[in-house]
C-alpha cells in the first residue's frame, strides 16, 4: 500500500510505493521519480507542492452556459 506525506515547509509531496531503494531518478518539471534496479517505479516527489491549493473551493463560472440540447 502506498504511503504518502507532506512536508509542508518544504512544500513536497512524497508517495512511497514500494519498500525497495532507489536506484535512478528521473525529474519532469517538479516532479521526481525514483526506480530500482529492476525499474520499477518505487517513490514519487512532487515539489512546489501547496496543500491550501488543492484544498481551496473551486470559483463558480461568473455566466450561465446553455445546454447544448437548447441551442440552434
Known amino acids: ?3 504518502i506525506h507532506y512536508d509542508q515547509e518544504a ?3 512524497s508517495i512511497k510505493l514500494l519498500n525497495k531503494k532507489s536506484f535512478d531518478s528521473s525529474m519532469h518539471r517538479n ?3 525514483d526506480y530500482d534496479k529492476q ?3 518505487v517513490n514519487i516527489d512532487i ?3 501547496k ?3 488543492l484544498l481551496k473551493k473551486p470559483r463558480e463560472k461568473s455566466r450561465r452556459t446553455q445546454p447544448l440540447l ?3
Open 1 to 3: 500500500m502506498p504511503k
Open 11 to 13: 512544500e513536497i509531496l
Open 31 to 33: 516532479i521526481v521519480l
Open 39 to 41: 525499474g520499477n517505479l
Open 47 to 49: 515539489m512546489n507542492f
Open 51 to 53: 496543500i491550501e491549493e
Open 70 to 72: 437548447n441551442r440552434k
